[in-house]
């Protein structure tokens, strides 16, 4: 036995209490140490951002409905998912693609509905794609609901010139011929750009390129993304797929300094394999497990691909935009295999906090990330069933964890058991805390183990509050998900087993559960 099985399976023996009525009990026993007085970089709200792609029913259907549409909207895009999306405060939507981005031609989607040409989605499904929804429904969207904006431009099928002019469209405040499109087309003021990807997965769809080609096409491409003088549209590069670390120090000795962030992906695949990822509701705790360890990989990569930016960017000028992540099942049964719809269950709700407590620890240099995708494809915030609407259990993550968009970071150790299932081994609880810009210090505590409830123990270091109050996710069991017909199945609840005595939080945690505190 390894001398790490050992030490867990040691630590999991002490973990079994007893409890008064003389019945056996296992509870995992955590400790923790919270540096509030050590605090570390701030989490950019962009953390929380969303991927919404044309894709599916993404977009059609997922937000845009049209005007003429039964379906309660307001100028095509539906009421109930703007509501639901504003009220977890999405701060940054990521859009025309994916795969789709490098074969998207904006001149397309601007301009009259009537007159845009259909194409054919040849990224998704084959199926028709009206252009109803182009850069000006985008735009209206974003600050619909509040969002900055992400447009990943087109390297792959495009041109630097086309993706200068689509640039001019977007932002400038002249009366060239190109800005005046867009008044023609009702936008008198330009919009705000805040970020634009130069590409997306040029090393697969968006265009099968070796990194050393890409390097030298980002470049020549960025070079001409150009927006008006006293305005900033930050340029991020197309990185990494998962654990290419040679893409990232060929990209970062070759052109770091001009971008301003570099993108990396990496989904979870709880088999493993691409050609069978496994239901999204039908799983055993093998699976769960499984899951758990694929998506904890995140970590890992970070600390990789940041290292080789420190290399190259030991200021941490350049951000890391992890803008496209989540877990892929299996497309749920009867359904467009190139749809991309599945269920979310709780095995997402936690797999998704215990990815945003390490997108927390590495705020330094993570500053924008996108959750694939926002309605209806992958990991969704959002279902739809025509004009019905369901909110997942991933949703309810991202309305948990509110308090951290734009919280400063601290340092939250913890120390405690594995939880260990068949081959795989992960840290029963996950744990990240940070301060709002109100001083409020809010952890978040995540159990990853499906049947064992954790008590743990922080010892806090400069912390004011006395009380902590917040609220749970959690089920009764590992699959439990929302329907339409269920649609609360899995919803928050106020939490109160967590008590502040002295220097010391005691939260009691139950089993595969989401819990944010907040310090007062
Ligand atoms: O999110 C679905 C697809 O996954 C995206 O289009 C692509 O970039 C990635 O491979």
């Not at 959750?371 to 969704?380: D, K, P, T």
């Not at 308090?403 to 120390?415: H, I, M, N, R």
């Amino acid at each position: 036995m390894k001398l790490t099985t050992l030490k867990h399976a040691l630590v999991a023996g002490a973990a079994i209490a007893i409890l008064a009525t003389g019945v056996a009990s296992a509870q995992t026993a955590v400790t923790a140490t919270l540096h509030a007085d050590q605090p570390g970089a701030v989490i950019q709200p962009e953390v929380y951002g969303q991927f919404a792609e044309h894709l599916g029913r993404g977009i059609y259907e997922g937000v845009w409905v049209g005007e003429d549409s039964k379906i309660p909207n307001t100028k095509g895009y539906r009421n109930d998912v703007v509501a639901a999306l504003k009220a977890i405060k999405v701060p940054l939507v990521r859009w025309p693609g994916g795969c789709f981005a490098d074969d998207y031609h904006w001149r397309e989607g601007v301009g009259p509905r009537d007159k845009r040409p259909t194409k054919v989605n040849v990224s998704w499904g084959g199926v028709e794609e009206t252009n109803a929804f182009g850069t000006n429904e985008f735009m209206e969207f974003a600050e619909l609901i509040g969002a900055k904006t992400y447009v990943a431009g087109n390297v792959g099928t495009g041109s630097p010139q086309e993706m200068a002019e689509w640039v001019e469209y977007m932002v400038s405040p002249t009366k060239s011929t190109i800005a005046n499109l867009r008044r023609a087309n009702g936008r008198e003021q330009p919009w705000k750009l805040d970020y634009f990807g130069v590409g997306n997965e040029n090393w697969g769809c968006g265009g099968q390129m070796t990194a050393a080609h890409y390097t030298d096409l980002y470049r020549n491409f960025a070079e001409f993304i150009r927006v008006p003088q006293g305005t900033k549209t930050q340029k991020i590069a197309g990185g990494a797929n998962s654990d290419d670390y040679s893409w990232t120090e060929t990209m970062m000795a070759g052109a770091a300094k001009n971008m301003d962030q570099i993108s990396v992906h990496y989904y979870t695949i709880p088999s493993g394999r691409w050609s069978i990822k496994g239901s999204a509701t039908k799983f055993d705790e093998q699976v769960w497990a499984d899951t758990m360890v694929q998506a904890l990989r995140m970590d890992e990569m970070i600390t990789k691909h940041s290292a080789i930016m420190d290399k190259y960017d030991p200021q941490k000028r350049v951000g890391l935009a992890v803008d496209e992540w989540g877990i892929w099942h299996d497309v749920e049964p009867g359904t467009n295999p190139g749809f991309l719809y599945q269920q979310n269950t709780m095995r997402d709700a936690v797999a998704a906090a215990a990815t945003l407590n390490i997108f927390h620890k590495h705020a330094d240099r993570v500053r924008l990330t996108a959750i694939a995708q926002m309605v209806n494809v992958l990991q969704a915030m959002i279902l739809t069933d025509k004009d019905r609407m369901v909110l997942t259990p991933t949703y309810w993550v991202y309305d948990l964890y509110k308090p951290f968009q734009g919280a400063t970071s601290l340092p939250l150790e913890v120390d405690g058991p594995a939880y260990v299932m068949g081959k795989d081994s992960v840290p029963s609880v996950s744990a990240s805390a940070g301060r709002d810009t109100a001083g409020v210090v809010h952890v978040a505590l995540v159990n990853l183990n499906p049947n064992t409830p954790a008590t743990v123990k922080i010892k806090l270091a400069g912390v004011a509050g006395k009380s902590a109050k917040g609220r749970v996710l959690t089920a009764s069991t590992m699959s439990a998900h929302n329907t339409f017909d269920a649609p609360n199945v899995v919803k928050p609840a106020a939490f109160n087993d967590a008590q502040i005595k002295g220097a010391t939080l005691t939260v009691t945690l139950p089993a595969k559960a989401v819990v944010v505190l907040d310090l007062t």
